[in-house]
């Protein structure tokens, strides 16, 4: 079956970065955009942006222009978001998710970063 | 940007209910709009995209409606099961801005 799996939870410190790993199963890799949306405790779902697995292109929401990057490594079909100049704003659960065209059908188990000093 | 806005913020319904929910865009999106309902501690699930579209799986008690600027999630006969918060998203293009969420309870 389609699955999304992440990496583990972070801690980190106010400007350190943080990356991030999503690695699909169960269907061709370079076949879907992933979205990644955070969201922060108890808040709302926040859209960060989207990568083309097969072309590496990128979209991002400018709220994280500059700090944001998003990447694929197609041999070992895993994507990427890093998050640098870390703030404690930035704690929050990260998700990725499979972008049909229609919707994000399938997400990740989600990612938990904690920025603390 | 085109923003999302979503109403009511919570709502409160005893079983059997019809629900509504309204999410209202800032310009026109041409029914590119989904519906996700996340449970509490758990990931979002698609509900509804196209607007008025049901993912397979999704009990047929949840429908969508809409056009242009304003859309509708209805539950028609609300269920124990459904205590969730639910999200609007427009994806007619970059940025896939999400409403602000509606938290649904039981009464």
């Known amino acids: 079956q389609v699955q999304l799996v992440q990496s583990g939870a972070e801690v980190k410190k106010p400007g350190a970065s943080v990356k991030v790993s999503c690695k699909p199963s169960g269907y061709t890799f370079t076949d879907y955009y992933l979205q990644w949306v955070r969201q922060d405790p108890g808040q709302g779902l926040e859209w960060m942006g989207w990568i083309n697995p097969k072309s590496g292109g990128t979209n991002y929401a400018q709220k994280f222009q500059g700090r944001v990057t998003m990447t694929r490594d197609t041999s070992i079909s895993t994507v990427y978001l890093e998050l640098s100049r870390l703030i404690s704003d930035d704690t929050a659960v990260y998700y990725c998710?499979?972008?049909?065209?229609?919707?994000?059908?399938?997400w990740g188990q989600g990612t938990t970063v904690t920025v603390s000093s | 940007d085109i923003q999302m806005t979503q109403s009511p913020s919570s709502l409160s319904a005893s079983v059997g209910d019809r629900v509504t929910i309204t999410c209202r865009a800032s310009?026109?999106?041409?029914?590119?709009l989904a519906w996700y309902q996340q449970k509490p501690g758990k990931v979002p699930k698609l509900l509804i995209y196209?607007?008025?579209t049901l993912q397979s799986g999704v009990p047929s008690r949840f429908s969508g409606s809409g056009s242009g600027t304003d859309y509708t999630l209805t539950i028609s006969s609300l269920q124990p099961e459904d205590v969730a918060t639910y999200y609007c998203?427009?994806?007619?293009?970059?940025?896939?801005?999400f409403g602000r969420g509606t938290k649904l309870e039981i009464k």
């Open positions: 310009q026109g999106i041409s029914n590119y």
């Open positions: 196209a607007a008025s």
């Open positions: 998710a499979r972008d049909v065209e229609d919707g994000m059908d399938v």
């Open positions: 998203q427009k994806y007619n293009g970059a940025p896939y801005s």
